[in-house]
């Protein structure tokens, strides 16, 4: 019979006697630390976390309420950077998130800001990575095998699909799809959609929209603006900051094209994702 994983069984404080947990660590109630585990001394677990087996959490992290994290998982140990001299950066994950087998989670470093940080309700599948200084908003997916670079930024219920690699200091926006097995390489706009091993912006993410309640008249404006952003046909399509300052003037009342602009005006590292030459999933929307 298979087992369910509940993040809250107990208020008492369950730990197996073959873990090893660290007196300093703050544990919340109803806190469950399985078999073979490791947690370091400024260490701090929410109510009703959830270790399941063979998981290691050190640094200064901390692990919001109801999160669960499957075995084989480390969370904010060292970073991957040649820089980092063992200072006391941290990590920082929020409440009822799924973490599940093999991932690795790395504490910030100095130069980064300091900080790791994944939101609340987020899901990571088995053999993600998370490198030094990603933030990541809340309900997030993160597929199978997903390489994050450092200092990735996510904004809130983007997807990143299986075996994709985000390079360092990407930012990708709100409710963002990242297509399987992509390179990503520059940012992509909230609400885009992107796909190819070197990833190109193919439309925006409709069915993020359609299934959150956005109204056909608001995904046809959104489809309108940018289609004015990124004409059909050509991957150019004139003058960049023109086509820019005509979706403003036409569409930037509203408010998602604003935040699409609001993330286009923001500083960046790596510039946009480009489009591809045929906006496939934007012909066969249908809205």
């Not at 992509?188 to 993410?205: D, T």
Request: glycine share 12%.
């Amino acid at each position: 019979m298979s087992q369910t994983i509940s993040p809250v069984v107990t208020q008492a404080v369950v730990i197996h006697p073959s873990a090893i947990v660290d007196p300093r660590a703050r544990l919340g109630a109803g806190v469950q630390v399985g078999p073979w585990c490791q947690v370091g001394p400024d260490v701090t677990l929410g109510d009703g976390v959830r270790l399941v087996s063979h998981v290691v959490v050190d640094g200064r992290t901390t692990i919001g309420a109801g999160t669960v994290v499957w075995p084989f998982t480390t969370i904010g140990l060292a970073p991957q950077d040649l820089k980092y001299a063992g200072e006391p950066t941290a990590c920082e994950i929020g409440a009822r998130c799924t973490i599940r087998e093999n991932v690795t989670i790395h504490r910030g470093t100095v130069g980064g800001g300091g900080l790791t940080r994944i939101g609340d309700d987020c899901l990571l599948m088995a053999v993600a990575h998370v490198a030094h200084d990603c933030l990541i908003g809340d309900r997030v997916i993160i597929v199978n095998n997903v390489v994050l670079g450092g200092h990735v930024q996510i904004g809130d219920h983007a997807r990143i699909m299986g075996s994709s690699a985000v390079h360092q200091f990407v930012r990708i926006g709100r409710a963002a799809m990242v297509g399987g097995v992509c390179g990503v390489e520059a940012d992509v706009i909230p609400y885009g959609s992107v796909i190819g091993n070197r990833a190109r912006l193919v439309g925006l993410h409709w069915i993020w929209l359609r299934r959150n309640g956005v109204s056909a008249p608001e995904i046809r404006r959104l489809r309108q603006a940018f289609r004015t952003l990124y004409p059909r046909g050509s991957e150019e399509g004139g003058v960049f900051t023109e086509r820019l300052a005509a979706m403003r003037a036409e569409y930037g009342a509203d408010p998602r094209v604003a935040e699409i602009l609001a993330f286009i005006d923001a500083p960046s590292r790596r510039g946009l994702v480009r489009p591809a030459q045929v906006h496939a999933e934007d012909e066969a929307d249908g809205v």
